[in-house]
Every structure is written in C-alpha cells, then in structure tokens.
C-alpha cells in the first residue's frame, strides 16, 4: 500500500468551499487516492450535518481499495484531532485531514492513522 505524500491542489481548494458551505456545521468526506497523490473527494448522499456527527456518517461508507483516509472540518479555529477523531482515523486510512475554520492554505493539518501530524504536499497534477 502507497501512503499518499500528496494532495491535488484544486482539491484542497474544494475541501476549502465544501468546509465554508457547511458552516457552523462539520463537513465530512472520504479521501481517494492516485498513486501517491490525493486525487479526490467520496461525498456520502444525503448527508445531514450536525456540529458533533460528520465523522460517524462517514463509518456507513462504501470503501473501496483507493480509499487514503478521510476528511472533516472543525468550525473552530482548531486543526487538531479529538479523541474521537484519532480512534476514527485508526480505523480508516492512513491520511486524514482536518480543516479548521477560516478554511484557508494556513488552517488545515494533515495526520496519520495514529493522530500524528504528517507532511502532505500541495501540488498541481
Ligand atoms: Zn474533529
């Protein structure tokens, strides 16, 4: 298994858009992968958010073997994991992101599955 290094840039963008569009409330989504690089967004239909919920929408998803990891935002200036979200990520993936509010270039992190800050590089495919 690749663990990915990379993250397509305009898609970083739209977890940006899809973070701001959720606000106050969580916006969750699985990771796919290309080979080393994150390459796209697994949206859940009809997906209802709550401020404490996106995460465990994400535990009914289909996951198949390009799944990297997962995605949510925090409607707070926070990017780092919660308890909950680090068991989450030991489950699921090797790369999870969080985006923090003002979902911007500066307010997201990237994790491992242990909840450990690791290094994704933006890059334009
Ligand atoms: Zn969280």
Known sequence: MVVPT???RPLLEMIFEAS???????FGALLRKDG???TE???LPGTVSSTQSALFK??????????????HSHPSPSPYPSNADIS???NLGDVHIICASPYNERSWRAYNRKGEST???VVEL
């Open 58 to 71: 994400l535990y009914m998803m289909p996951i198949d073997h390009d799944v990297a990891g997962s995605v």
């Open 36 to 38: 080393d690089t994150i």
């Open 20 to 26: 701001k569009d959720s606000h106050p409330y969580e």
């Open 41 to 43: 967004l697994l949206l």
């Open 6 to 8: 990379k993250i397509d």
């Open 119 to 121: 290094r994704l590089d």
């Open 88 to 90: 989450f990520f030991g």
